[in-house]
Every structure is written in structure tokens, then in C-alpha cells.
């Protein structure tokens, strides 16, 4: 490697205390284990939650409601919805006005585990809340709203 090519430590730093990729990243994946330590008791993950709320709804989703929704792309969306199948709490179904997509809802099941989990979830956002203080979560949801 050529001396030029040296990448000097201070750049390393400056990276780590300003990037907002790894901040918005860090604060992600605190905030999912917080959740998902909240869920583990009724065998619900935060990703799973959030994926089987976005099918709470009047009518059956499309596989494209619910991925832009949760930005998630198609693969893992199937990937995450085949877990919850297996588990009898979400059936996909053939879409009749056009056969080659599918439509998602909650089963009985899904829906009971839906209302246990959603409790957890209140109490999780009202200590997450808190700790934000007065103004912090509305301004903080605002915020990552900006980012396209």
C-alpha cells in the first residue's frame, strides 16, 4: 500500500462521531433489542410485530402494500412471512383481480398474538418516550420522515 493510500486515524474518528448512517444504525438496533426482549415472552419479534400490524387492516394486503410500507424488499418480505405461516398466525391467499400476486392477512391466531403483543408495545414506547423527553419523539419522527 502506498503511503498515499493511508487513511490517517482522525478521519476514522471523524467518521464514527458524525456519520448518521452508523448513528440512526446504532439507534435501530438498540431500540429492536429493546423490543424484542419486551416480545420474547410471547415468542414475537420487533420485525414480526411490525410486519403482522401492517396487516392489521379491513381487507387483505398486497405482498406491494405491505413491502413499501415497511421498505422492506420482496425476498425478505416472503422470508419473513413464511416464518409466520409455519406458525399458523398469517395466510397469504391468491389476489382474484390478479392471480399472479397474493394477498396477506391475519388468521385467528395471528390476530390473538397481535393483541397480546400490542400492550408490550404501548408500554415499551411510553418508557422509550420518556426517556426521549417532552417534544423529543415527535421531533426525532419528523426527522427520520426527512429521509428519502
Known amino acids: 500500500m502506498a503511503e498515499s493510500d493511508v487513511i490517517p486515524f482522525s478521519a476514522t474518528l471523524h467518521v464514527r462521531d458524525t456519520c448518521l448512517c452508523l448513528h440512526v444504525q446504532r439507534a435501530a438496533r438498540a431500540l429492536a433489542r429493546r423490543f424484542d426482549n419486551a416480545m420474547k415472552p410471547i415468542g414475537l419479534n420487533n420485525g414480526q410485530f411490525s410486519l403482522m400490524m401492517s396487516l392489521n387492516r379491513p381487507q387483505p394486503a398486497t405482498m406491494a402494500q ?53 400492550p408490550i408495545w404501548v408500554r415499551m414506547h411510553a418508557e422509550i418516550d420518556a426517556e426521549l423527553g417532552e417534544g423529543g419523539p415527535a421531533a426525532l419522527r419528523v426527522m427520520l420522515g426527512g429521509i428519502r
Do not use: C, N
Request: hydrophobic fraction near 45%.
Open 66 to 118: 405491505v413491502s413499501t410500507l415497511l421498505a422492506m424488499d420482496r425476498t425478505t418480505l416472503t422470508a419473513a412471512l413464511k416464518v409466520l405461516e409455519r406458525r399458523g398466525l398469517v395466510e397469504t391467499g391468491i389476489d382474484p383481480k390478479d392471480r399472479r400476486g397474493r394477498l396477506l392477512r391475519l388468521t385467528k391466531d395471528g390476530m390473538a398474538m397481535l393483541s397480546a403483543a400490542l
